[in-house]
């Protein structure tokens, strides 16, 4: 996991990744490639952006905590990131496969 974490702040370092109130409007915009919710995000918020992602087609991965996906773009806690670059959401989506097969 860690090459996910570390691909995901390059992506925050190259200003592809939105959190919060703009990766609503990066999903609803239709600039969203991958959803990534904490797995202790609220129900609420799971079910939200569960929803969206559905809804706009945006493949989702719902892996790791608040705290490691905040710490990955250099913030304290994150429950939703969404990447908006194609190239780096298949990279992202590919390292997740491989972590979750190799558990």
């Given at each position: ?36 919710v ?12 569960h ?53």
């Amino acid at each position: 996991m860690r090459k996910f974490y570390s691909l995901l702040g390059l992506c925050k370092r190259a200003n592809k990744v939105a959190g919060g109130e703009v990766a609503e409007e990066a999903i609803r915009g239709k600039k969203a490639c991958l959803v990534i919710v904490a797995g202790d995000a609220s129900a609420n918020t799971k079910k939200k952006f569960h929803n969206s992602a559905s809804f706009y087609e945006v493949p989702i991965l719902e892996l790791g905590t608040k705290a490691d996906l905040g710490r990955a773009v250099g913030e304290e806690i994150r429950a939703v990131l969404v990447v908006t670059e194609a190239g780096f959401a298949a990279k992202l989506q590919q390292l997740a496969q491989t972590a979750e097969n190799a558990e």
